[in-house]
Each structure stands twice: as structure tokens, then as C-alpha cells.
């Protein structure tokens, strides 16, 4: 919106026009298409509290998105900041488990958005299992061996595993399984895998 505004001295000398703007916006904003909120870039998991935002926010009602905050399934907002398209380094509650990020948007005018929220799920705690080399027998005369294993992860699941005949150089990550096929190394003697 503009206003024109024109002056006249007391000899009725009129002024050019004098103007001024100003955007009238009553239209709250929206979350664009990405959602307004984004975890992680959208994993499905964190191994850390420490996650960073994706925000998303269109405003049609012309002054802009300006002021974003932020709030975890359980505490308070946090204060009003400056929108921006990432907002790294924000603190999940702790404990592992599915976690949900709500996200609220100001435009300049003042007119506040809806809620938005994403989730992700936090694992911070590292998977156990065993090994047993062929179904636990004492000794071998061959240095093919079958390991079983079992592995427990009650968040994400477990993933992959590695092996090493020292614990200081290993095979590459390979999906997990319950059965592997693996050459110790020569030379008789006490054998130590490492999984």
C-alpha cells in the first residue's frame, strides 16, 4: 500500500508528491513444499540429541517469513528467532525413542502460522551380541571356520557387522547375519576373532 501526501505553504506553493509503502498482510504463513519441518534431512534415525532442522515457509500475504521457534514433544517453545532455512544444532529430548520436533512460523506483519512437526526416531545405544566359533568346539584343524552370532538392538535393529583375526585391521561392513564363513589366521596356536 502507498500514501501520497502533497504540501502547500501559506502562498499556496504546492509540493510534489510525497509517498510512503507500507505492505498490508493478513494471510498467515504456510508451510512450503517441503513440509515446514525437516529432521535429519529425513532419516529415520539419530545416534545424537543433537539434530539439525530443515524449515520450509512461504508467506502469500507478501511481507515474508520472519520468526520461526521451535518446541520437542514435551517442554516449552523456545523464543521467537530469525527464519532460516536450517536451524542446526537443536536438542532432542534424551532418552531413546521416537522424538517429534514442532515448528511455528511469524511473518512481519505479525500474523502466526499453524503448527508443523516432523519425527525421528533416537538410538544412542550401541548394539551387544556374541560369537561362537564352529558351534563352540575347542579346537580346529582347519583355518575355515563358520562363527554364529547374535546380535541385540532394541532401537534402530542391527545393521551390518565387521571382522578381524587381531582387532586392529578388519574386513569391510557387511549386512548382519547369524552365519559367516571366516579364515583365521596361520599358524597354530590360540585364535581370537573379533566381531
Known amino acids: 500500500k502507498t500514501v501520497y501526501v502533497q504540501l502547500r505553504d501559506t502562498l499556496l ?22 513440509g515446514g ?18 524449515l520450509d515457509c512461504w508467506d ?12 520437542n514433544e514435551t517442554g516449552d517453545w523456545s523464543g521467537w528467532e530469525a527464519y532460516s532455512t536450517s536451524r ?5 529430548t534424551s532418552g531413546d525413542g ?15 502460522s499453524g503448527y508443523f512437526s516432523d519425527d525421528i ?8 551380541g556374541t560369537v561362537s566359533i564352529n558351534g563352540g568346539a575347542s579346537a580346529t584343524n582347519s583355518t575355515t571356520v563358520t562363527l554364529a552370532l547374535t546380535c541385540a538392538d532394541a532401537g534402530s535393529g542391527c545393521g551390518q557387522m ?8 578388519w574386513s569391510g561392513w557387511e549386512t548382519y547375519g547369524t ?11 590360540i585364535k581370537t576373532v573379533y566381531v
Open 179 to 189: 552365519s559367516k564363513a571366516w579364515d583365521l589366521s596361520a599358524g597354530d596356536g
Open 98 to 112: 521416537l522424538k517429534t520436533v514442532n515448528t511455528q512460523f511469524k511473518d512481519l506483519a505479525g500474523n502466526m
Open 162 to 169: 565387521q571382522f578381524s583375526n587381531d582387532g586392529v585391521t
Open 37 to 54: 519441518i525437516i529432521i535429519d534431512g529425513g532419516a529415520p534415525f539419530a545416534t545424537s540429541t543433537s539434530v539439525t532442522l530443515t
Open 13 to 34: 506553493n504546492a509540493s510534489g508528491a510525497i509517498t510512503d509503502t507500507i505492505i498490508y498482510d493478513t494471510t498467515a504463513p504456510i508451510a512450503g513444499e517441503g
Open 121 to 128: 526416531t533416537l538410538d544412542s545405544t550401541i548394539p551387544t
Open 60 to 71: 502469500a500475504g507478501g511481507s515474508g517469513c520472519a520468526w520461526m521457534a521451535f518446541k
Open 88 to 92: 542446526p544444532a537443536w536438542t532432542l
